[in-house]
């Protein structure tokens, strides 16, 4: 009786080449049981339905779902646990993995040594690690939908992605959120993080330890920080949107020999928190609408900072350092008020932040009423004639009196 059922609900087709076969998975079938008979280079398709099931996958397979059916771990172990190289698993909802963080649980682990393992076009949810990757190389993780446990506290969820000891992955086109951080990356190299949509986590992607990376067209919002980017070197973080977060928009610490170019922080706590940096190229950003533009500390320096554009923050740089910090011009800051006599586009009078002016309404913040005012702009005047009353800080000898991006505006009311 049981082979006549195992017969009925799974069908086996050559298909070329020669030597692989495509099984059919009917609701009510064996999932686990074709999966094992199933020989490497096979595809395993799986018909729309609920499949109560945790999978071991020990040799190259693809397992692909037909109309999305549902593959339920039951809140045991691992869902889906991949063990083999050359492994592909698409178009399936892989959901309720066990919760124990001691054991790391996962919808789908991705043990040492499974190389090339390949998971798009999945819908992760209810797990505790939406997918775990260590110790496996050239995995490409593409247009998945993560969702976490999002009816617990963010300390007790795991992470939407997370990578450990990695090499060449690629993590396209996916939406992550309500998980503790959305990519947790460490001790991975040369990887490309582009297109990921990361919302409602602690961190948008908490990354440590790992270079020659690049991170492009991301958007990263309403998680408590953005994109953190902590004792890393090599990195191209270029044209990503990060914005609404309660602390940092992007957060670099301990990062050297890296480009930081073209990005929107907008409306966060700090757009930049620049900690221990060296080395680095910040160019071309737009930094509109945050608390604090840029907080800068920590003997961040030696750096190419140029054409960034400062657009309505409350203060747009904080510095905390014992020396002037000379930035490399072309920059706009939208609260300078020097002059232009020559008109080629540059202030004639350097741009400084923590002057007087800026002490005082970080102090007041009723004084930007009066930012305008001939008495402000003399007291400004008075404190670069009288070094006595300054303070260590960031220098813009050539600032820029126009943005060179034109829509500041419209991420100021997105934010708002």
Not at 119 to 130: A, E, H, P, S, V
Request: hydrophobic share 40%.
């Amino acid at each position: 009786m049981k082979l006549l059922r195992a017969l009925a609900c799974t069908v086996a087709l050559a298909t070329a080449p020669a030597w692989a076969a495509t099984w059919r998975v009917a609701p009510g079938g064996d999932l686990a049981g074709t999966v094992a008979r199933a020989a490497a280079g096979d595809v395993v398709e799986i018909e729309r339905g609920r499949y109560e099931t945790q999978l071991v996958i020990d040799k190259p397979l693809t397992l692909r779902g037909i109309n999305r059916p549902t593959i339920s771990g039951g809140q045991r172990g691992d869902v889906i646990r991949i063990r083999a190289t050359d492994v592909t698993i698409e178009g399936l909802i892989v959901r309720d993995s066990g919760h124990s963080l001691v054991d790391q649980q996962a919808g789908i682990y991705v043990q040492p040594g499974a190389h090339r393992a390949v998971i798009r076009r999945c819908d992760l949810t209810y797990n505790l690690f939406g997918l775990w990757i260590e110790k496996a190389n050239d995995v490409r993780v593409e247009d998945n939908v993560i969702t976490g446990l999002r009816d617990l506290n963010s300390a007790q969820r795991g992470n939407g992605v997370q990578l450990y000891n990695t090499l060449r992955a690629r993590i396209v086109g996916n939406q992550i959120s309500f998980v503790r951080d959305a990519l947790y990356v460490d001790v991975s190299h040369d990887a490309v993080f582009r297109g990921n949509r990361l919302h409602h986590s602690r961190y948008g992607t908490h990354y440590m330890n790992s270079y020659r990376n690049l991170w492009e067209d991301n958007d990263s919002w309403a998680n408590r920080g953005g994109l953190a980017l902590m004792e890393v070197r090599d990195q191209v973080v270029r044209r990503n949107r990060t914005w609404g977060n309660s602390d940092h928009g992007i957060m670099l610490r301990t990062l050297q020999d890296s480009v930081i170019e073209d990005n929107v922080v907008a409306g966060n706590e700090r757009g930049f928190f620049i900690y221990d940096v060296e080395y680095a190229t910040l160019r071309g950003n737009l930094i509109v609408g945050n608390a604090v533009g840029v907080h800068l500390a920590a003997g961040s320096t030696r750096n190419t900072v140029e054409h960034n554009d400062f657009i309505a923050n409350r203060e747009a740089v904080r510095y905390v350092g014992g020396r002037d910090e000379h930035w490399n011009g072309g920059n706009y800051f939208s609260t300078y008020l020097g002059w232009d006599r020559d008109g080629d586009g540059v202030g004639d009078v350097p741009y400084e932040a923590n002057d007087v002016v800026d002490r005082l309404q970080n102090r007041h913040p009723a004084l930007r009423l009066l930012m305008g005012s001939p008495a402000v702009q003399a007291l400004r005047l008075l404190a670069q004639q009288f070094p006595v009353l300054r303070v260590p800080s960031v220098v813009d000898d050539r600032p820029a009196m126009k943005p060179g991006h034109t829509n500041g505006s419209e991420w100021i009311e997105r934010t708002r």
